[in-house]
């Protein structure tokens, strides 16, 4: 599957973002997703993730209540729209794609779990 990561840009603080991952070349909804992102000097780290059916979730502590990932398998797209953004919200994001067998479970872990990964997005949010 090839992933397309899209919906980066330069924000203040406060503000909100939504990113979109468009994937083709595979059965969608084959894929648990996750959103990762790497800070400049920094490890990737994943951000939040999704169940192939989408009814699970997971979000890193630091962005919960902020983010929210979703899916749309008709459309084969990814979405996080991100809300209150934060300067160090600041990063390259990624979207990433897990071939798994169970519907309901939600990949989490490190980068090395993931399978495909998308080219990343650049967020920058300001002071």
């Known amino acids: 599957v090839q992933l397309q990561a899209s919906g980066g840009g330069l924000v203040q603080a406060g503000g909100s973002l939504r990113l979109s991952c468009a994937a083709s070349g595979g059965t969608f909804s084959s894929y648990g997703m996750g959103w990762f992102r790497q800070p400049p000097g920094k490890e990737r780290e994943l951000v939040a993730a999704?169940?192939?059916?989408?009814?699970?979730?997971y979000y890193v502590d630091s962005v919960e209540g902020r983010f929210t990932i979703s899916r749309d398998n008709a459309k084969n797209t990814l979405y996080l729209q991100m809300n209150s953004l934060k300067p160090e919200d600041t990063a390259v994001y990624y979207c990433?794609?897990?071939?798994?067998?169970?519907?309901?479970?939600?990949?989490?872990?490190?980068?090395?779990?993931?399978?495909?990964w998308g080219q990343g997005t650049l967020v920058t949010v300001s002071s």
């Open positions: 999704i169940s192939r059916n989408g009814a699970g979730t």
């Open positions: 990433a794609a897990d071939r798994i067998n169970n519907i309901w479970v939600v990949t989490t872990g490190t980068a090395e779990t993931y399978d495909y």
